[in-house]
């Protein structure tokens, strides 16, 4: 287990740091938030590649990620790209000015890759036991991983198509899953890490590596998640009170009547 520690400690460094010094040249700081799935893609891939264990709980696990990593990637560059630097990191570049540089490598860059490690534990723990790998618990894992999926991949989509129709400027999403959760993906990619959780605790040990999903969970609900965006909706969006009285926060539900 030590060895898959050290070896995603030093794949995720090599990751976040190569994405700083871009993210230098370039000077937006944005670019973190794309490489955050592919970050975690490609430490599951580097994994299932250097560690012995199971082969094919390795590749669930790295296919599970994967398809994660790489889904959310691509969506946020096509959201992102071409739009200039993230209001977030435009606001901090110019309260640090000259140090902008070396506070966003502490504060964005490394804060994130820890994260990226804590959250990364099931897989570390999946990789790392050569127990068989693909019993009843690995199977609930997937189909709660596929549940978390869905809500994440179509929560995205239903909420790219509203944006894309002019006549829906400054509304609220509030339709498909969105009627059900105010945040259906942020529901997903918790849920979806539970399920990953749930295949690594299948070698037994893997259970503390339930410390990941915990961690993510907390950070979208508590931290830089759902509050935030909630509160920079409640000051752009008319009516988003309102929506937000009679639908859930997080967890999907029917929507309370008006």
Do not use: C
Request: glycine content about 12%.
């Amino acid at each position: 287990m030590g060895e898959a520690m050290l070896i995603s400690a030093i794949t995720i460094s090599i990751i976040m740091l190569s994405t700083w010094l871009i993210s230098l040249a370039i000077r937006n700081a944005s670019i973190v938030d794309i490489v955050w799935g592919l970050g975690f893609a490609i430490t599951s891939w580097v994994l299932a590649l250097t560690i012995d264990g199971d082969s094919t709980r390795q590749a669930l696990l790295a296919l599970m990620v994967g398809i994660w990593g790489v889904r959310l990637g691509a969506y946020l560059a096509k959201r992102n790209l071409g739009h200039g630097e993230d209001f977030r990191y435009k606001a901090m570049r110019k309260k640090k000015g000259a140090s902008f540089g070396v506070v966003s490598l502490v504060t964005v860059f490394a804060l994130q890759g820890v994260l990226m490690w804590i959250v990364s534990l099931p897989v570390m723990f999946g990789n790392a036991d050569s127990s068989p790998g693909i019993g009843p618990i690995a199977v609930i894992g997937i189909m709660v991983w596929a549940v978390g999926f869905f809500f994440e991949a179509l929560g995205d989509l239903q909420l790219a198509r509203f944006k894309r129709d002019p006549s829906n400027a400054g509304k609220v999403m509030q339709t498909g899953l969105w009627s059900l959760t105010r945040h259906p993906n942020y529901f997903g990619n918790a849920l979806l890490w539970w399920g990953i959780g749930i295949v690594g605790a299948e070698t037994g040990s893997g259970v503390i590596g339930f410390i990941g999903p915990v961690v993510m969970t907390f950070f979208l609900l508590k931290v830089s998640g759902v509050p935030m965006l909630e509160r920079s909706l409640n000051k752009r969006r008319a009516g988003y009170a309102e929506y937000a009285a009679r639908t859930s926060v997080f967890i999907p539900r029917l929507s309370k009547k008006a």
